[in-house]
């Protein structure tokens, strides 16, 4: 069994209330920090701990706090991300569903760390019943004196308020969730100014993942040093993983980072095995944004090193061979699932979810849609597959905000891997709309490239 | 005429006051929601020239808001709107299936509300529920591991409801 950090207590009957909570230890970390540290000596430890933003991007959670500029006599926030809108992702649900004192424990002791007095949960707004949960929690932490004017008698003082949003993934791009946040739009702002200088309501603010802060507790329980041993290299400490699409056992695990995708997919720990006795045919380990690997791919490197469940070896090929481990949301398809309709349902998420701002992001991903559309219903040209490949390259890179990227990447990797599939649509537009094309050899062992 | 209760009222204060002196512009997703839940499921210029008028704000502002978050109905709806998940992981475990089993159901297509202004059928984008798929939004709650038995017995409860409050 793998240590658990964040979810070992998870089925501690009770465990949601106050109580049970702090019956098991909870809040410790809010009276070591206040008590016995200052701001930037939790800054520091964080920093120690090598603990890498859990929302997608992967950035040292340390570094960005120290980046929070500090002028005299100007309010700093802290905005905890808990928009979760990516496709696969549905890890930050489980922790503030059954978690949620966790998760107001790392908020208080992250306010403190960058001197937040009013700190923001932005959820989506679809969750509609978690902000119930989240200020019965935030009502209980108060009452035991730690949240409001003067926490434990140390002179600090910190609200929690919960913001609903109301339906648009763009917003959990952190400048999108701040103009959503002060009422406007979800356009993404054009950085910099990085929000680190001006984001909330023009001051300094830091936007962090819902488990990233929630991490923040056993990082000060255990110290940072001790967190960082967990895991290899530059994967410190558990990582929550979402698993679903065609497995025998779809939730949220908690692993180390040191297992490998083989035993993620097969061990009865984990997902059990791909559903009723079939093959892998491909997966999207990271959430819909990360590039899809076909099986062979996915299980081991092209250097035939068995692929790892961690930001580096999920990276190892770079984009033409590997993938990314994003915000963990781990989508695997069976041999009967098709690539091409896949990929379809991604573009129509990202045509839909754009904001509109840039033409390459509102045209591309309308355009990419339609394409695939016509493919999947065997109206497609062998020249419409380039001209996939064309527009999703002429999105990436010239837009805004990352979102134009997310969508050109499942796209580019659906051809890059499966080109054979797309192809088959074409050459066969009747039999496509009745059956699929298939496991192909996307199973095959890779062919290890021998070093000349 | 839209007018909120006092005791709503005195929630749109609370609202207001988790934001900077100022800025209550910021108030302004969550109180609409708070009128979309009060004022029939939906936001009519009548309720969106309110909102603006509580929170000082153009009516402007509120219209560009309220269209661009798609949880925002702008039209009626039924009574019960089943908002059926589609994005890749459902589809993946046969939310197709589940739409088409619903329209049959309900004769209605996506988009379309029952006639007895009962049932609004609606596809959505990933609610984050991809490990419990296939799965529906219903009011508040999410309906999970979607089957056609399950989807009669949502049907029938909702009926059951709706006969009960009448
Ligand atoms: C289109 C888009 C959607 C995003 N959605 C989320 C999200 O739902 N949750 C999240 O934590 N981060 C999301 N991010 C990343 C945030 O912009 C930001 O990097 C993150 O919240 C930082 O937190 P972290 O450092 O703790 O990961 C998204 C980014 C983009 C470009
Ligand atoms: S890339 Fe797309 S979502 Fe991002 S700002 Fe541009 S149009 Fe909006
Ligand atoms: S894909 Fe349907 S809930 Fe995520």
Not at chain 1, 44 to 61: I, M, N, Y
Not at chain 1, 96 to 105: S, Y
């Amino acid at each position: 069994m793998a240590r658990k950090l964040l979810l070992e207590k998870a089925n501690v009957p009770g465990i949601r209330g106050y109580e049970v909570y702090r019956r098991e230890g909870g809040y410790a970390s809010v009276e070591k920090a206040l008590k016995n540290m200052t701001p930037d000596q939790v800054t520091d430890e964080v920093k120690k701990s090598g603990l890498r933003g859990r929302g997608g991007a992967g950035f040292p959670t340390g570094m960005k706090w120290s980046f929070l500029a500090k002028p005299e006599g100007v309010p700093r926030y802290l905005v905890c991300n808990a928009d979760e809108s990516e496709p696969g992702t549905f890890k930050d649900r489980y922790l503030m569903e059954f978690l949620p004192h966790l998760l107001i424990e790392g908020l208080i002791v992250s306010s403190y760390a960058l001197g937040s007095k009013a700190t923001y949960i932005y959820i989506r707004g679809e969750y509609a019943w978690i902000p119930d949960i989240l200020e019965q929690a935030i009502a209980e932490a108060r009452a035991a004196g730690f949240l409001g004017k003067n926490i434990l008698g140390t002179g600090f003082d910190c609200e929690i308020y919960v913001h609903r949003g109301a339906g648009a993934y763009i917003c959990g791009e952190e400048t999108a969730l701040l103009e959503s946040l002060e009422g406007k739009r979800g356009n993404p702002r054009i950085k910099p100014p990085f929000p680190a200088v001006r984001g909330a309501w023009d001051c300094p603010t830091v936007v962090n993942n819902v488990e990233t802060l929630a991490a923040v507790v056993p990082i000060m329980n255990i110290g940072g040093e001790e967190y960082a041993k967990i895991g290899v290299g530059k994967s410190t400490g558990t990582k929550l993983i979402s698993a679903c699409g065609n497995i025998n056992k779809p939730g949220v695990y908690e692993i180390d980072m040191t297992i490998s995708v083989e035993e993620f997919i097969y061990s009865d720990e984990y997902c059990g095995g791909i559903a009723n006795g079939k093959r892998l045919k491909a997966c999207i380990p990271g959430g819909s944004s990360v590039p899809i690997l076909p099986a062979n791919l996915l299980l081991k490197t092209v250097k035939g090193e068995k692929r790892m469940m961690n930001y580096e070896s999920l990276s190892d090929g770079g984009f033409p061979k590997g993938s990314m481990m994003g915000s963990g949301g781990f989508i695997v398809l069976d041999e009967d699932q098709c690539v091409v309709k896949h990929t379809l349902t991604l573009a129509r998420f990202y045509r839909h979810e754009s904001c509109g701002q840039c033409s390459p992001c509102r045209e591309g991903t309308g355009w990419m849609e339609k394409i695939l559309k016509n493919i999947d219903t065997g109206k497609g040209k062998k020249s419409d597959i380039d001209l996939l490949w064309d527009i999703q390259r002429k999105i990436e890179g010239n837009t805004i905000c990352p979102l134009g990227d997310a969508a050109a990447w499942p796209v580019a990797a659906a051809i890059r891997h499966f080109r054979d599939e797309f192809e088959w649509h074409v050459d066969n537009p009747q039999e496509c709309l009745v059956r699929n094309y298939g496991l192909a050899h996307y199973a095959d062992p890779l062919e290890i490239a021998t070093p000349a | 005429m839209v007018q909120f209760s006092d005791e709503k009222l005195k929630k749109v204060n609370e609202i207001v006051g988790r934001y900077p002196e100022g800025k209550q512009k910021s108030a302004l997703l969550p109180v609409l929601h708070l009128a979309q839940e009060e004022f029939g499921g939906w936001l009519s210029v009548e309720t969106m020239d309110y909102v603006a008028t509580l929170l000082k704000l153009e009516p402007i502002e509120v219209y560009e808001v309220a269209t661009f978050y798609s949880m925002y109905n702008l039209k009626p709806v039924g009574r019960y709107m089943f908002e059926v998940c589609q994005t890749g992981p459902c589809m993946l475990r046969g939310s197709d299936d589940i739409i088409d089993y619903i329209k049959k159901k309900l004769g209605i297509g996506v988009g379309e509300t029952t006639p007895d202004g009962l049932f609004t059928l609606k596809t959505v984008e990933c609610l984050g529920a991809c490990g419990y798929a296939p799965m529906m939004q219903l009011g508040k709650h999410f309906r999970e591991h979607l089957t056609p038995e399950k989807v009669d017995q949502i049907i029938e409860e909702c009926r059951r409801t709706a006969a009960a409050n009448n």
